[in-house]
């Protein structure tokens, strides 16, 4: 998503942070961890005050993880993956984290803010599973506070040069794997050449 983060924080301010952070938890896929790391560096600025945006930021993952939730809840699998698939929720994804989800119910919630393609799925395996509303409530409230508080300190931290760092790394990643890939594959058809020979 092309999206120049500094400029909408600074024309939308507060408001822009709880609702990307909303957005991306119901699926529109906003780059959350890296608001969060710009909103850090312009706390420094003075653009912020830390006690609000860390209220906001919480506000905005937590309630958005609530709508998700409940929208896994009320429209059930068939619905979700049927539409899940337009904002990258597949079968496949949705039966992987299933699994693990109903294995380790609390901990995944609590944990799953730091794993971008997990943190979105999870609310709607909650509400599938008809996990207790309260708990979590609870549980990802908590977690999304401790994740929106970690990436805000790392954003005072390092500025706008992990800014800079991580648009690199999500430019360079892909064609780096690529590469890396070719060069496995070329070098298993020479090991495997060599051995027949």
């Known amino acids: 998503m092309h999206l120049n983060l500094q400029l909408f924080i ?3 301010g507060y408001a822009g942070v709880f609702f990307i952070l909303l957005l991306e938890m119901i ?3 906003f780059p959350a961890e890296t608001t969060l ?4 560096f312009e706390w420094t600025q003075g653009v912020f005050r830390l006690a609000p945006l860390l209220l906001v930021a919480t506000a905005g993952n937590a309630l958005g993880s609530i709508i998700a939730y409940w929208l896994g809840r009320l429209l059930g699998r068939p619905v979700i993956v049927r539409f899940g698939k337009y904002v990258g929720i597949t079968s496949e994804r949705l039966n992987q984290a299933d699994t693990t989800f109903q294995k380790y119910e609390t901990t995944v919630v609590l944990f799953s803010k730091f794993i971008a393609g997990i ?3 999870v609310p709607y395996l909650a509400g599938i599973n008809r996990m207790s509303f309260g708990l979590f409530t609870l549980y990802t409230t908590i977690s999304a506070m401790v994740w929106a508080t970690a990436f805000i300190i790392l954003g005072k931290y390092l500025g706008m040069e992990w800014i800079r760092y991580h648009q690199m790394l999500n ?3 892909v ?9 496995m ?6 090991r495997v050449r060599s051995k027949r020979q």
């Open 37 to 40: 790391t710009l909103s850090g």
């Open 27 to 29: 699926g529109i896929p």
């Open 171 to 173: 430019h360079y990643i």
């Open 10 to 12: 600074h024309q939308h």
């Open 175 to 183: 064609p780096g794997l690529i590469v890396v890939v070719v060069l």
């Open 185 to 190: 594959i070329a070098w298993q058809i020479l």
């Open 119 to 121: 943190r979105v799925m």
